[in-house]
């Protein structure tokens, strides 16, 4: 596609509940990122997928969390028993090799957990 | 690892007015350097990057930024803004090799006046 998608928009999870966000990168880019922007603040690094290997996943605040890209395209981050401090917005960056060639972002998925 | 610090939360202008957003980074290795511009409930769009070779980037609408290694700074600039350019205005470092991941500072909202 012409852009990264992310899907769904909003999610309302109470706690406790399990959630899956999903990412569609650009066509053809290797390189795919995960990030969590709470509420005021930058966004925070959290794993990063080179096709479909994980290279880095030091960001990934507790074992709740995981992710995976397992044909090097899409990518589903998971997040299991939400708690309230997982409210963020989850932002998706995919870039064709490297840094230099530019990351563009997804519109973000909004969670919310009540 | 490396660290970003946007030394002004919030920087209020009136429009047709000069503005400046500064950054300061910290690394132990080379880095290349990003401004990202967010609009509300939007992804995060690349204003412009430094990668290498001339230290005065420019970038779209008109923004512009200086790299300064022996101040480890990348200040944006715009000479003059209009009311479309209220946004938030994140400052990003990635370190040159490994997963290149971005490290965000915490941000700068400006908010143009009429």
């Known amino acids: 596609g012409a852009g990264v998608s992310q899907s769904p928009r909003y999610k309302v999870a109470k706690r406790g509940q399990d959630v899956a966000l999903r990412c569609d990168p650009i066509?053809?880019?290797?390189?795919l990122f995960w990030y969590q922007q709470a509420l005021g603040q930058g966004p925070e690094f959290l794993t990063y997928?080179?096709?479909?290997?994980?290279?880095?996943k030091s960001g990934l605040p507790s074992d709740r969390f995981f992710a995976e890209r397992p044909e090097g395209s899409v990518s589903t981050l998971k997040i299991q028993r939400t708690q309230q401090e997982d409210s963020a917005v989850y932002l998706c960056?995919?870039?064709?090799?490297?840094?230099?060639?530019?990351?563009?972002f997804g519109s973000g998925t909004r969670l919310t957990v009540v | 690892a490396q660290s970003v610090t946007q030394l002004d939360s919030q920087v209020p202008v009136f429009e047709e007015a000069p503005v400046e957003l500064r950054c300061n980074y910290s690394?132990?290795?080379?880095?290349?350097l990003f401004w990202y511009v967010q609009y509300p409930n939007q992804g995060l769009q690349l204003l412009l990057k430094y990668l290498s070779g001339s230290t005065l980037v420019k970038g779209i609408n008109g923004f512009e930024a200086e790299f300064n290694k022996s101040q480890t700074s990348f200040h944006l600039r715009k000479p003059s803004v209009h009311i479309s350019d209220t946004a938030e205005y994140f400052c990003?470092?990635?370190?040159?090799?490994?997963?290149?991941?971005?490290?965000f500072g915490k941000g700068t909202k400006l908010t143009v006046n009429p």
């Open positions: 990003a470092v990635s370190g040159q090799g490994g997963s290149e991941k971005l490290v």
């Open positions: 690394s132990s290795v080379s880095v290349y």
């Open positions: 960056a995919s870039s064709l090799y490297r840094a230099n060639y530019g990351y563009t």
């Open positions: 066509s053809g880019h290797v390189s």
């Open positions: 997928f080179q096709n479909e290997a994980q290279l880095d």
